[in-house]
């Protein structure tokens, strides 16, 4: 069978620095194949020279046999193939249905007299009657007139892909696709796929989550550095061999915690009977209390959506209390500001890393001192010492094995998961006394979880208090000493992290709290 993509020695250049190196990449026709490998090894560099975004430096490109030589993505929709970016292109103030239209011209014939012309057009009606039919044959439980702004992340993606099947592509490219999704939304997507291939769609999965190659894909390619480093049927192979070729060396999968009593260690970090409201008046974080101990690693889980993001807007400066207080080492810090927190020493892991944690417009340099500018080293007398600041940042990206092709680059040009990197080395640079990290393995990759997931253990081994927020409960679960679930912005329960079994905490995740016990107080 002719591969329905196959390029040969596909190279691309960014002016010195290869991404890809003569790549031989091959698809057959309805399968899912998995593109896997660390952030920056190039996989959306390849992809986009398939989806026509980026023309090779050198080698070539067939589909179905057919040599192609793609200038804009236009020239591979003609030909069948579709991608779904990272990061959606919605217009959120549009129906579904007008998104899916968006970039699609309809003409109509229309007769003036003796002579008839082709106006551009758009039939409403018929057209969401069209979206409507696909929605309901993929089972995507959406609403064609529904406001996208409206949608979650998951159904958002639902769009993304209805844009791909509206046009009738039969290869679809996913970057990165789970990255943004909950547990359940991932699920439902991986349904969506499975879907697609009943349908005769081919499917390209990037990801570096291994777990979903095993449980997705029918083969899989492994690029490391720009180049193929491993080809294969998935059921001929496993994590742990994935793991490895993908970073080099052997990862550890599981982090190895050392569980130690904290119970003589004083209390550093207290949040009490902590609650606040959204913009709608509701109450969203309910009467909340802990405290984190010198050297402990407080973990919070729960479904997305049950306060965790509210709890971290309270405990950075980005949403104020309406009752309770929070104080680090006995003082209080109710509602301080970021900056203030950080001078506190506070340090902060934000949830959306590029609307609270980095500013893309700016050096990566910049970002590494973003928050901590006013301090002695980088600032004298209001002027910034450039030096310094250069000096700090080249030591960081070697300290944290952050991937760039400059130094002196934008933030918008690395990858998830270097970007959460500088983030990370500019907090924990910082040398705090708290940490409060949210979702702070969200779309990196496994050379850097393990990296970040050991940078925390190491943290708390120094002494420091971590508050984890995550919507990963195996993360959870191997780095916290205490686990505190949330749901409907309360805390329902609590468990010692080293006894903890996976379908107790998924009980209280669900809102079921023990044996109908009372729920117990929180204190420590
Ligand atoms: N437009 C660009 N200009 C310069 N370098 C780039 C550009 N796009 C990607 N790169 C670099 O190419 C490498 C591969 O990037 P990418 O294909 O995005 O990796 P992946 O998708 O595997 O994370 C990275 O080092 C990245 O910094
Ligand atoms: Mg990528």
Redesign the pocket.
Known sequence: MVPIIKTVDLTKK??D?T??DAINFKVEEGEIKAVV??????????M?MIYGL?QPTSGSMFIRGQQVDFKTPTDAINMGIGMVHQHFKLVPSLTVYENVLLGIEMKKTVSLGEKTFKMPYLDKRRAKKEVQVIIDEYGFNLDASSRVKDLSIGAKQKVEILKMLYREVDIVIF??PTAVLTPQEIESFFKTMRRMKEHGKTLIL?THKLREVMEVSDSVVV?KD?QVVGDMPTEKTNEVELARLMVGRDVLLKVDKEYKSLRQKPEVYEVRNLSTENDEGVEVVKNVSFTIRKGEILGVAGVEGNGQSELLKLLTGLMRATNGNVTLHGKDITNAWPGQLRKKGVAMIPEDRYIHGLCQEMTIGDNTIAGYHDSRDVCSRGLMKRKAIEQRRDALIDKYDI????KGGFVS??????AQKIIIAREFDADPDVLIAAQPTRGV?IGAIEFIHNSLLELADAGKSVLLISNELSEVMSLADRIVVMYKGEIIGEVDAKQADREQIGMLMAGVKEGGEERETKQA
């Open positions: 960014f002016g620095f991404a890809n490998g660390e952030n920056g090894a190039g996989k959306t560099t390849l986009n980026l970057d990165e990037i690029i720009g991937r760039i092709s400059e040009s690395l990858s998830g998961g270097n990759d």
